[in-house]
């Protein structure tokens, strides 16, 4: 059974922008694309650099530490398509927004 964390307000995570948080015992990289939340692991697979505090242009996150790019609506690396990061179900109930996470 995943289990299911708010993590944000709406509010908190305006379009074009994203977020670093910790959830169930991961950080997490939380993302707003034209007004649809994206989740990712929060820590990058090349060197563990912190994607949610990465530039977010369109749907791509840049990493702040060596420049891997990930689109974050599906989390494909931009170079090596056979690289995807974890990505995790977003739902948003009025101003809260909701990430369902698998058990560890
Ligand atoms: S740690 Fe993310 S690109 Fe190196």
């Keep these: 059974m ?4 708010r993590v944000a307000s709406v509010s908190d995570v305006p379009p074009g922008e ?3 948080l ?3 015992g991961r950080m997490i990289a939380l993302f707003n ?3 649809e939340f994206h989740a990712l692991d929060g820590v990058c ?3 563990g650099g912190p ?9 791509i996150v840049t990493c702040p530490w060596h420049g891997w790019q990930f689109d974050v609506t599906t989390g494909v690396h931009q170079l090596n398509a056979g690289l995807s990061h974890p990505k995790f179900p977003v739902t948003v109930e009025g101003d809260d927004v ?3 996470l698998p058990e560890q």
């Excluded at 995943?2 to 964390?5: A, K, L």
Aim: a negative charge; proline letters at 7%; charged letters at 20%.
């Design 2 to 5: 995943p289990d299911r964390h």
């Design 18 to 20: 994203g977020i670093e």
């Design 22 to 24: 910790a959830a169930g």
């Design 33 to 35: 694309v034209e007004g």
């Design 45 to 47: 697979p090349h060197s």
């Design 51 to 59: 994607l949610g505090q990465g530039a977010l242009s369109g749907c």
């Design 98 to 100: 909701f990430v369902e």
